[in-house]
């Protein structure tokens, strides 16, 4: 009767382990200062990073309601807890836990790839609202994804752990339009079904979910081939 031998667990140094802390510090750091900019200029009627204005015209509850339902702002979110959680501990692991990771490496990366294809050509920021499109829209995506891709910890991520991930961004696309069919306010103009009409906006939609469906499989294909400084 044969018995597998598996090789003993190395535990990472601490070097290693440092390193991970502080880049995610960073990413956490870089989100937060971002997001206290766009607070003041929301109250203030500055220009946001996600459309280059702020429509002064609604009450300030309704201008807070809109930045903090745009999928920028949502994302960068979902990356900032989860940055700073990995700042505290870089090999934390969980069933919910994986799902959050993998949720905010998908919604980010998807965020970073939108702003840069679909967005930017048609705003022109200055200021700072484009030091907080730059922390949002590059900073952020990049440098969360080249954190994963050096630190991990891989692998992670199961087919269970990516369809759970897609629940929070169908759930955000289905908001987006039923919200936009009673206020006629969308967050982003490739999703307005006023001007696009909703099969036009639907098909955008499933355009970007494709694209996510995508880069969802590379992540899982990462995860499970490329090895990691951090591992148990």
Not at 67 to 89: E, K, R
Not at 197 to 204: H, I, L, P, W, Y
């Given at each position: ?59 300030l ?48 990366v ?5 702003y ?63 919200r ?23 098909r ?29």
């Amino acid at each position: 009767m044969s018995t597998t031998v598996h090789p003993p667990q190395v535990a990472p140094s601490a070097a290693v382990v440092t390193a991970s802390r502080v880049m995610y510090l960073l990413i956490a750091v870089i989100i937060a200062i971002s997001l206290v900019i766009q607070i003041v200029l929301v109250i203030t009627g500055g220009a946001d990073a996600r459309s280059g204005g702020v429509d002064m015209s609604v009450g300030l509850a309704t201008r807070f309601a809109r930045i903090f339902s745009a999928f920028t702002i949502l994302s960068n979110l979902i990356v900032l807890a989860v940055s700073v959680l990995l700042a505290i501990d870089p090999l934390r692991d969980g069933r919910l836990w994986r799902v959050a990771r993998l949720d905010a490496l998908l919604s980010i990366v998807i965020t970073g790839i939108v702003y840069a294809v679909v967005l930017a050509p048609q705003v022109n920021l200055t200021g700072w609202a484009l030091v907080i499109t730059i922390g949002f829209h590059y900073l952020s995506p990049w440098l969360t994804l080249g954190a994963w891709l050096v630190f991990g910890p891989r692998p992670r991520f199961t087919r269970s752990t990516v369809a759970w991930a897609f629940l929070w961004p169908l759930a955000w696309v289905v908001f987006t339009f039923i919200r936009g069919g009673i206020t006629g306010w969308y967050p982003y103009p490739f999703l307005d079904a006023t001007q696009l009409g909703f099969d036009g906006a639907v098909r955008n939609a499933l355009m970007v979910l494709v694209v996510a469906i995508v880069f969802a499989v590379l992540l899982k294909l990462v995860d499970r081939v490329l090895p990691a400084a951090l591992r148990r």
